[in-house]
C-alpha cells in the first residue's frame, strides 16, 4: 500500500502540493483528478522518488521512496512528457528496461507492439505523440511492476487504443493484482476504470473517496408530484441539488437507493424513478456543497 502523510513540496514561493494525505489501496485504481497547475504530476513524481518532499512523508508499503532503489523497482512511472533515448526503437527500449526491471517481459513486449501496431525496429522520434503514448503504456506493464504511475496517459489516445489499454490495466489488475495511479484532467477518462478518486485543486486534496461507497449513497430522482405540492414539501429527503423544468424536479439526494426509495413511495407522487449519477455528476454534487463549482475547475 502506498501511504502519503502531511506531502508538501513548493518552488520558490509557489506551493505546488499542500499538504496532501493519501492511501492507495493496492489492486486498486486510485484517479487523481484536477486541472493543469493542481499539483498532479508533482504529486506523482514525489510518489515515484523524483522530487524529495519538502514536508511529509510518502511511502510503499512502510519504506520510504526517496533514494531507495529496491522501493523504486516496484512501480514504473510513465510522464506526461515521454522521454526515449535519440534514434531509439522499441527494441532498443525493451534493451534498456530489461536491464532496470528483471520480470520484464520480452515475448508479452512483443506482441503487444503487433497488437498496437508499432513497428519494432523504427525510430521512436518518427512515432505520432499518440504512438509515443502508446510505446509508454507497453514498456510500463511489460515491466511487470507492482504499481504503475501514469500522468496522463489518455491524452492523446484515439477512443479505440483507450479502451485497449484501460482492458489491458484491467487484465492485469486481476492476473497479477497490478494497481495503477492515474492522474488526469477529465473526470469521463477515468469513470469506468477507477475505484477510487482524489480531487485535487491548488495543491490539496479536495474531496476523495471509494466511487462505490458514493454511489451507493447519493442518487438522482425525478418526479411529478401531486398537485399543489412542490420539491420542498419532501422534508425527509436530504436534498443537495434540485432543478425544476415544469412539473418535473430532479433532486439529487443522499442515502442508499432502499432509503430514497421508502422515503419517495410515501410522498404517493404522480411519478418517480431513480437514476444513476454519473461521476461527473456526482464530483459537482459534492464540490458545489463544499463551495466550489467543479465546472470551473476541471470540466
Known amino acids: ?70 522501493v523504486k523497482g516496484r512501480f514504473f512511472y510513465i510522464s506526461d512528457d515521454q522521454y526515449f533515448f535519440n534514434n531509439a526503437s522499441p527494441l532498443d527500449m525493451m534493451e534498456f528496461y530489461s536491464r532496470i526491471y528483471p520480470r520484464f517481459d520480452r515475448d508479452r513486449y512483443r506482441n503487444l507492439l503487433g497488437s498496437f501496431g508499432l513497428e519494432v525496429r523504427r525510430k521512436i522520434h518518427t512515432f505520432s505523440k499518440g504512438m ?49 495511479i492515474i492522474a488526469s484532467h477529465n473526470l469521463r477518462e477515468l469513470e469506468d476504470i477507477c475505484d477510487h478518486v482524489g480531487l485535487l485543486h491548488r495543491g490539496g486534496i479536495l474531496l476523495s473517496r471509494d466511487l462505490d461507497d458514493m454511489k451507493l449513497n447519493i442518487h438522482k430522482v ?29 433532486i439529487t439526494v443522499r442515502g442508499t437507493r432502499e432509503e430514497v426509495e421508502g422515503l419517495m413511495e410515501s410522498y404517493q407522487p404522480v411519478f418517480y424513478e431513480i437514476i444513476p449519477l454519473s461521476l461527473e455528476e456526482i464530483f459537482i454534487s459534492e464540490t458545489e456543497v463544499a463551495g466550489y463549482d467543479i465546472k470551473k475547475l476541471i470540466l
Open 132 to 180: 509515443k503514448k502508446q510505446l509508454s503504456v507497453l514498456c510500463g506493464i511489460c515491466a511487470n511492476t507492482d504499481y504503475l504511475f501514469c500522468d496522463e496517459t489518455f491524452d492523446g489516445l484515439d477512443p479505440v487504443m483507450r479502451q485497449a489499454v484501460k482492458s489491458i490495466f484491467a487484465n492485469d489488475m486481476s492476473e497479477r493484482n497490478l494497481t495503477p
Open 222 to 250: 425525478q418526479c411529478v408530484l401531486k398537485d399543489g405540492e412542490t420539491f420542498e414539501d419532501l422534508t425527509a429527503l436530504q436534498r443537495i441539488k434540485t432543478e425544476t423544468r415544469g412539473k418535473l424536479y430532479t
Open 1 to 70: 500500500m502506498i501511504t502519503a502523510e502531511n506531502l508538501t513540496k513548493k518552488f520558490d514561493d509557489i506551493v505546488a502540493v499542500d499538504h496532501v494525505s493519501a492511501k492507495i489501496r493496492d489492486g486498486s485504481v486510485f484517479g487523481l483528478i484536477g486541472t493543469n497547475g493542481a499539483g498532479k504530476s508533482t504529486f506523482l513524481r514525489m510518489l515515484s522518488g523524483i522530487l524529495r518532499p519538502d514536508e511529509g512523508t510518502v511511502t510503499i508499503d512502510g519504506e520510504p521512496i526517496f533514494e531507495n532503489e529496491k
